[in-house]
């Protein structure tokens, strides 16, 4: 697939399907190691597991088998399309195997680390990192064309338009649903879920406890 899936509506990209946030889903330590070898293979040895592992509770609650009432599919939620763009753009992942939790887990890293180099300004390098993690979950969810839209919009009403929270998060042209979904999705992801796995002992840090 190309660039223009991100101009697709984002309930055909990804769903978050709802997880429990009262604490880490016992069958997510069968998955610690995995995922920390994976973080730090893509991210270096100061990549943020406990980031990952969030998401992957926002996602699918750690259940591989999972299947959203859009199509999503597997322990990141892809949608068949993106699955198959990600294993195209990088071969190196293999076929793209959605329900697989290791192929899952691999292609979801490798995406985010995708996406924040796309929304990382080139000319900005003092972005909080919060705010960089909440672009990049912005994209994930929705597509990064949105988030570009959406910081356009942020500048022209007078905001900063390379900081998330309070700025660029106010200013959407998508549909109420969606604004509603994608705003709640970083949102939860780092200042709920993170903390839970950082107090849990994943490794990395929360990048927006400071």
């Not at 990549?47 to 859009?70: M, T």
């Not at 322990?75 to 076929?95: H, K, R, V």
């Not at 959407?172 to 780092?190: M, V």
Request: proline share 8%; with cysteine; charged share 20%.
């Amino acid at each position: 697939m190309r660039l223009v899936l991100w101009l697709l509506l984002p309930a055909l990209l990804f769903s978050c399907a709802p997880a429990n946030a009262q604490g880490v889903p016992g069958n997510a330590d069968r998955y610690q190691r995995d995922l920390t070898r994976i973080v730090q293979q893509e991210l270096g040895l100061d990549g943020s597991v406990a980031v990952h592992a969030a998401q992957i509770h926002q996602e699918s609650g750690w259940r591989p088998g999972v299947d959203s009432p859009v199509g999503a599919q597997g322990m990141a939620q892809f949608m068949p399309a993106t699955a198959t763009w990600i294993s195209e753009i990088y071969p190196d992942l293999g076929q793209a195997a959605p329900y697989s939790p290791g192929w899952a887990m691999r292609a979801m890293v490798r995406y985010d680390r995708h996406i924040m180099e796309r929304v990382k300004p080139w000319y900005a390098r003092d972005v909080p990192e919060c705010d960089l993690w909440a672009f990049t979950l912005s994209g994930y969810n929705g597509g990064p064309g949105w988030v570009s839209r959406d910081r356009r919009l942020a500048k022209a009403a007078g905001h900063n338009p390379d900081l998330w929270w309070n700025h660029v998060e106010h200013f959407t042209n998508r549909a109420d649903w969606a604004k509603r979904e994608n705003r709640h999705y970083p949102r939860r992801i780092l200042l709920q879920l993170t903390p839970l796995y950082t107090r849990a002992g994943w490794q990395g840090s929360d990048p927006c406890s400071r």
